[in-house]
T-cell receptor
Framework: DSGVTQTPKHLITATGQRVTLRCSPR?????VYWYQQSLDQGLQFLIQ???????AKGNILERFSAQQFPDLHSELNLSSLELGDSALYFC?????????FGPGTRLLVL | DQQVKQNSPSLSVQEGRISILNCDYT??????FLWYKKYPAEGPTFLIS?????DKNEDGRFTVFLNKSAKHLSLHIVPSQPGDSAVYFC??????????FGTGTSLTVIP
């Protein structure tokens, strides 16, 4: 158990819909990262937050947004969903150089 | 722009032998490298890391080697065990910037 929690574990929705994925980092970790893993793909970095502020942005679509709240939990919002958004979405929190990953949310867009 | 590459999507090794997983990178500014292990339906778990000022780091059966001139790192697992069967990701990081992950190598250790 990494100490990072993600909800929900599975999500099935339809194209055009909007969903929110939630992540709670390990106690004391200020950084939260979001990643997307599509079939047979590596981990694609989406966005990083540090203590409530956006720190770095990767390959995140304009239809996607995220935020980190004062209690340090983070939410990833995915809107106007397309079939190609079906993937595993991981969040990670870090202390220094090492990231600790949550179990992921499996999103299926039908 | 794939800054971290794992060119072998899969690797099979006999139990007890050495597993060698390879990773190449393009950005000479990376100053920290990590290996993660991932089982199906779970998130990646941290395995071992190495700073760019070192060329070797060892932790039990796992050793990571870094060749900065070749921009290459490798993970050696010896002896390999069936429980090591998983997908292994290498990652690289430069301070203040994002992490870059490879596409993973699926290791199968045959009993």
């Amino acid at each position: 158990d990494s100490g990072v929690t993600q909800t929900p574990k599975h999500l099935i929705t339809a194209t055009g819909q909007r969903v929110t994925l939630r992540c709670s980092p390990r106690s004391g970790d200020l950084s939260v990262y979001w990643y997307q893993q599509s079939l047979d793909q590596g981990l694609q970095f989406l966005i990083q937050y540090y203590n409530g502020e956006e720190r770095a942005k990767g390959n995140i679509l304009e239809r996607f947004s995220a935020q980190q709240f004062p209690d340090l939990h983070s939410e990833l919002n995915l809107s106007s969903l397309e079939l190609g958004d079906s993937a595993l979405y991981f969040c990670a929190s870090s202390v220094q150089e090492t990231q600790y990953f949550g179990p992921g949310t499996r999103l299926l867009v039908l | 722009d794939q800054q971290v590459k794992q060119n072998s999507p899969s690797l099979s090794v006999q139990e007890g032998r050495i597993s060698i997983l390879n990773c190449d990178y393009t950005n000479s500014m990376f100053d920290y490298f990590l290996w993660y292990k991932k089982y199906p339906a779970e998130g990646p778990t941290f395995l071992i890391s190495i700073s760019s000022i070192k060329d070797k780091n060892e932790d039990g059966r796992f050793t990571v080697f870094l060749n900065k001139s070749a921009k290459h790192l490798s993970l050696h697992i010896v002896p390999s065990q069936p429980g090591d069967s998983a997908v292994y990701f290498c990652a690289a990081y430069s301070t203040g910037n994002q992490f870059y992950f490879g596409t993973g190598t699926s290791l199968t250790v045959i009993p």
